[in-house]
């Protein structure tokens, strides 16, 4: 009798640990709405939120980005504008919003290598990061309009010595994710030209 009683305590724990272990395992793969660890790709729901970002450039000028292995922080990418000869010649060009938003943070940051940076928050979560500007054009609170200029590209940073370039985030729910610019997806290590079509 004993045994027969401890047999079906056996039963109910094993039952009991099962209900209350199923929720979470099944909770587990779908809570997260920012990007996993590996891919950088935010949730389905995020990319129907996504805004249609534009080239953070004036309408018509065609720059060379490069999102490169080791890049930091992973996804972001580096813009740079060259001249007839090759050279780069980007220093001081204008910086627009890639999408409208307002301005969460305008800054030069001391503790990180982005210099003179730029935030901007487009709602659903998403934002973008403008990193070692030249000059800041907007400060926190301003509302910015598409293709509104934000700054002008530089080589600011407290920690590096840097050669002249736009670094650019895209980032949802606090995690810098794969850029999507114009329709153009900006897989992990690639490098490409691209005219920019952010015409205000």
């Not at 009991?16 to 709405?33: F, L, T």
């Not at 409208?100 to 982005?114: E, M, P």
Request: hydrophobic share 35%; glycine share 12%; aromatic share 8%.
């Amino acid at each position: 009798m004993q045994r027969h009683v401890r047999r079906l305590m056996a039963a109910v724990g094993a039952v009991a640990a099962v209900v209350i272990a199923a929720p979470v395992a099944v909770a587990a793969p779908g809570d997260g709405s920012s990007a996993g660890p590996r891919t950088g790709e935010p949730s389905a729901a995020a990319e129907l939120a996504r805004p249609n970002f534009k080239m953070p450039f004036l309408c018509g000028q065609t720059w060379v980005g490069s999102n490169w292995d080791g890049h930091s922080p992973g996804h972001s990418i580096d813009w740079n504008h060259y001249a007839a000869d090759g050279s780069t010649d980007d220093f001081g060009r204008r910086v627009f919003s890639s999408a409208g938003g307002k301005v969460i943070a305008s800054y030069y940051s001391t503790d990180t290598g982005y210099g003179n940076t730029v935030v901007i928050g487009h709602g659903n979560g998403w934002q973008t990061r403008y990193a070692h500007l030249k000059s800041r054009g907007v400060s926190r609170g301003d509302t910015v309009k598409q293709g509104q200029r934000i700054g002008r590209v530089g080589a600011s940073s407290a920690k590096y010595e840097l050669s002249p370039h736009l670094h650019y985030e895209q980032i949802h729910d606090g995690s810098v994710v794969v850029s999507v610019i114009q329709g153009v997806r900006w897989s992990d290590f690639m490098k490409r030209s691209q005219t920019s079509r952010n015409c205000g």
